[in-house]
């Protein structure tokens, strides 16, 4: 199936709504060495469209409970760099549309600004992933994803033709882009009502790939949780409250994802902001 429930690993850290699960590519050539899909997808690191992807689409969306949004993507980015050359998220946006499917788009990349005249006309929000500022130091780790300038100017072309926007501060790094937290709030909140925060959480295969680019990680204590590697609670929680209190300051709800930190917000991915009229 294309479209799925969400959550697989049933994670007892998850505050989800209930939801389904929609990508259109296989793997993400964004390549970041943070991301977990590379312990589960085979070539990872190679966008590829999904087989028949079109035709499959149009006859699963029938289906579907139409109370329950679809949160697109949540392994591969649907703004994946082939997405510029071969147009198949902008072609799903199309589908999604005909049938009046809720949508979220999570993305790190300013390519979805290209689809405003869809997505406008969509019940549908936008969550763009704000890693850091520090664009030497990012492109590191995400060698080739969109620098934060081109992702807050398609954040802001987004919020000016009324889409509403949250943003994904996530992950967290110790050491890479934890100074910038309240840079990043503060910019994210030009455009956005909402942030979703997260802790970095490594698998056996990224933590080699971060430690062989940032040894310091190699000295900073983990504990596993399930298939992933967490910092210990303090640390995390010290983060976390950081993101907290710069949202207060600039007047936007916060959540956090799989991290047991408490939150009021209405939702923790942003799905709140999807018009539901």
Not at 42 to 64: G, M, N, T, Y
Not at 81 to 110: G, H, Q, W, Y
């Amino acid at each position: 199936m294309l479209i799925r429930p969400f959550d697989p690993w049933k994670s007892k850290m998850c505050t989800c709504p209930e939801k389904y699960s929609f990508s259109p590519y296989t793997g993400c050539s964004h390549a970041c060495l943070y991301c977990y899909i590379s312990s589960y997808i085979p070539d990872a690191f190679h966008a590829r469209l999904k087989k028949d992807l079109f035709r499959r689409l149009k006859r699963e969306v029938k289906k579907i409970d139409k109370n329950l949004y679809v949160s697109m993507s949540n392994s591969s980015d649907p703004y994946t760099p082939e997405e510029k050359e071969l147009m198949a998220t902008r072609k799903c946006l199309r589908i999604l549309r005909e049938n009046d499917i809720m949508l979220l788009i999570i993305t790190k990349s300013d390519i979805v600004a290209r689809d405003i005249d869809i997505i406008s006309d969509m019940r549908a929000s936008i969550s763009m992933t704000l890693t850091g500022v520090n664009n030497e130091r990012m492109a590191k780790i995400e060698k080739f994803a969109p620098s934060f300038q081109k992702r807050l100017e398609a954040m802001q072309e987004l919020h000016e033709n009324g889409v509403p926007c949250s943003f994904r501060l996530d992950p967290i790094i110790p050491g890479v882009n934890d100074e910038e937290i309240e840079d990043i709030v503060r910019e994210g909140s030009r455009y956005c009502s909402h942030v979703v925060t997260s802790t970095i959480k490594p698998r056996a295969d990224s933590m080699k790939r971060l430690k062989a680019v940032l040894p310091h990680i190699s000295s900073m204590k983990f504990e596993r949780i399930g298939n992933s590697y967490y910092l210990p609670k303090q640390i995390r929680f010290e983060l976390l409250k950081r993101v907290e209190e710069a949202s207060r300051k600039y007047g936007i709800s916060f959540a956090t994802c799989r991290e047991g930190y408490p939150f009021t917000a209405k939702s923790c991915d942003g799905s709140h902001l999807i018009p539901r009229g």
